[in-house]
């Protein structure tokens, strides 16, 4: 379903984020998500996006680091991502942004969760209902709509121009019909490797830059549907020093 998700999200960007943007004001200087698991490894894969085309310096943090921070910038705009809107601690967490003063926002699958509902503003990431906890479809929605947001925050602090935009849009609509051929390509690769990776007892991932957060999203996915392996991200330096660097 993802092709026709991306179109969905793309087609709808404005309104869902039109509140955002009203509030966007010259005093807000960083972005901040917050997040655990899947709603962390999105954020991880999206923020240097977001950064670029923001103009704002924008970075990721969990909510157990969130938590134990002793200086806050009330000036940032901190956005919290969870997908069912039901993450305790990251409710915790934007109430403490908001004790501070700071502008908060959530993304969530609707409207009505309970994360939405104590946020400044609401953003749904457009995913609909996923009946399987192990696919990837909140996590490639909220990649999107972060990336998006970080858009739309861009062109109204006209950190990019009408021009830029509009060709990074029509960008993103070309992502549905790659999409069946890397599908195709993927099940071809597995088919012909699958004796290898049922041999395996472990899987190790690496990316860089927006690829770590592909790379632990990947390790998270494994250990969920099989279970029975030690499966972990590492970002590409991990593996260019020490006992790795091979």
């Given amino acids: 379903r993802i092709p026709s998700i991306i179109e969905d ?3 709808k960007r404005k309104d869902r984020t039109n509140e955002l943007v009203s509030k966007i004001t010259d005093k807000h200087n960083e972005i901040i998500f917050v997040g ?5 490894t999105c954020s991880v894969t999206s923020y240097l996006y977001v950064e670029k085309y923001s103009g704002l310096p924008t ?4 909510p157990n680091q969130f938590m134990k921070k002793t200086v806050f910038n009330k000036n940032a705009i901190y956005i919290f991502t969870s ?20 502008l908060t926002v959530a ?30 479809i909140g996590y490639c929605s909220a990649i999107l709509t972060q990336m998006l947001i970080g858009l739309e925050i861009g062109l109204t602090r006209k950190a990019i121009s009408e021009t830029d935009y509009n060709a990074v849009i029509a960008d993103a609509l070309k992502i549905p019909a790659s999409h069946k051929a890397i599908c195709d390509k993927t099940l071809e690769w597995f088919d012909k490797n ?3 990776l049922m041999d395996a007892d472990g899987f190790a991932y690496y990316g860089s830059g927006s690829l770590w957060g592909v790379a632990m999203e990947g390790a998270l996915k494994a250990l969920e549907v ?5 499966c972990v991200g590492f970002e590409m330096d991990d593996g260019l020093h020490g006992p790795t660097d091979r």
């Fill in 107 to 136: 993304i969530t699958e609707k409207e009505d969760t309970p994360l939405a509902k104590i946020a400044d503003v609401h953003v749904n990431m457009g995913c609909g209902y996923e009946e399987y906890g192990m696919r990837t």
């Fill in 194 to 196: 699958k004796e290898e």
């Fill in 9 to 11: 999200i793309v087609a």
């Fill in 36 to 40: 655990s698991g899947t709603s962390n």
């Fill in 226 to 230: 099989v279970k029975k392996y030690l």
């Fill in 59 to 62: 970075s990721t943090i969990l």
């Fill in 83 to 102: 997908q069912s809107g039901t993450s305790t601690f990251t409710q915790t967490c934007l109430k403490k942004a908001k004790e501070i003063g700071a």
